[in-house]
């Protein structure tokens, strides 16, 4: 009875540890801000998600901020609707609403709602704070404190501009996928740091093809940001990159179901 029951628990284990690899989508597709565009949605509302889920991309990515009082919340600018995030409470940027009616939805919010599937990626962008360095590495702790809190770690990719932010992280949960973004480290850099890999501007990259083969041989991978003109999406492609985050994920998933 003890040997089944043992069994049985490594079964599970198991399970839960491949579950991160086998049950989401593997089509290259990052919905930037959500898959917003095509039907007039507010970027980074539980909406936008919604849909990108719908579609069935491999990951949707989102934007954190954190208010004066210590909330991390979800939004592309720095300020929502005319209110400055870092300088406005949680209550007061409350008074505001995206335009379909959604309040400014926080970080555990988003997690939940993500967390009600299991074929889209959540691809959490830990935004530098516009007050200091050590703000953005405050951020950078309390999203992953975030996280672990809603055990969502098999469902999150980090992302971040902040290269302290990013190493903070790393350091936070060693075992966290954390892609760097702003384009001045090397491959080698990143992978000397501990990044999982870079996600830089498609220009940079068209600029520096190199940087791709380099970063393929050194196990990193590779995302661009953001790809929205077929021919780039196109030239992307036919670098075999790990991703592409764009605003036109329909675009993006037709070209790939032409290319099979």
């Known amino acids: 009875m003890r040997f089944a029951l ?12 491949s579950f991160a690899q086998k049950s989401f989508h593997q089509n290259k597709v990052i919905a930037h801000r959500g898959a917003w565009k095509a039907n007039d949605l507010p970027q980074n509302s539980l909406a936008s998600l919604k849909q990108a889920v719908e579609l069935g991309c491999e990951g949707s990515e989102f934007d954190v901020w954190m208010t004066a009082d210590g909330v991390l919340v979800v939004n592309h600018d720095a ?5 400055e995030i870092e300088t406005s409470t949680y209550e007061q940027l409350l008074t505001k609403k995206h335009e379909n009616g959604e309040k400014l939805a926080t970080v555990e919010e ?7 599937q299991k ?8 935004k530098p704070s516009k007050i200091s360095v050590e703000r953005s590495i405050e951020v950078a702790e309390k999203s992953v404190l975030a996280v672990k809190k809603m055990r969502a770690e ?17 350091e936070m949960d060693p075992k966290a996928n954390v892609a760097y973004l ?7 850099e990143l ?4 990044f999982f890999g870079f996600d830089y501007n498609i220009n940079l990259l068209k600029q520096n093809p190199q940087w791709i083969k380099e ?15 077929e021919e780039d999406l196109k030239w992307f492609l036919d670098q075999n990159p790990d991703f592409i985050t764009t605003d036109e994920p329909e675009l993006l998933l037709k070209l790939i179901e032409e290319r099979k």
């Open 6 to 17: 043992f069994t049985l628990l490594i079964f599970i284990i198991a399970s839960s540890a």
């Open 79 to 83: 300020d929502f609707e005319g209110m």
């Open 110 to 116: 988003y997690l939940k709602a993500g967390k009600k």
């Open 119 to 126: 074929g889209t990626k959540l691809i959490f962008e830990i």
């Open 154 to 170: 098999k469902w999150v990719d980090y992302i971040t501009f902040s290269y302290e932010g990013g190493l903070k992280a790393i």
């Open 182 to 188: 702003t384009g001045d480290k090397t491959p080698a």
């Open 191 to 194: 992978k000397e740091a501990g």
């Open 215 to 229: 970063a393929q041989e050194l196990g990193l991978t590779v995302n661009a940001w953001t790809v929205n003109k």
